[in-house]
Nanobody, 115 residues
Framework: QVQLVESGGGLAQPGGSLRLSCAAS????????MGWYRQAPGKERELVAT???????NYADSVKGRFTISRDNAKNTMYLQMNSLKAEDTAVYYC?????????WGQGTQVTVSS
């Protein structure tokens, strides 16, 4: 059983930065694609960014140039550096781990961008 634990959420001002982390238990981290998703109140969950096992990345248009996804296989940890935050980035952010025959989600971490 894999557990994903997100951390790093909180309150940030518009234009500010936050760094999210997702720590994974188990031995399948390096075999898995990883991703960050978010869900704002009243909206569907949406993809924010993904990173493959070889480090290829993909971003939603709304966060390109502001967010950076990365992973450290030695630490079984994925990161999301969020810069130039906007009010519309406010959401619960979820970590996702996916392989050929498995998929796991974290419990989510709240990010609130407000002055």
């Amino acid at each position: 059983q894999v557990q994903l634990v997100e951390s790093g959420g909180g309150l940030a001002q518009p234009g500010g930065s936050l760094r999210l982390s997702c720590a994974a238990s188990g031995s399948i981290f390096r075999l898995s694609a990883m991703g960050w998703y978010r869900q704002a109140p009243g909206k569907e969950r949406e993809l924010v960014a993904t990173i493959t096992t070889t480090g290829n990345t993909n971003y939603a248009d709304s966060v390109k140039g502001r967010f950076t996804i990365s992973r450290d296989n030695a630490k079984n940890t994925m990161y999301l550096q969020m810069n130039s935050l906007k009010a519309e980035d406010t959401a619960v952010y979820y970590c996702n781990l996916k392989g050929n025959s498995w998929e796991y989600w974290g419990q989510g971490t709240q990010v609130t961008v407000s002055s």
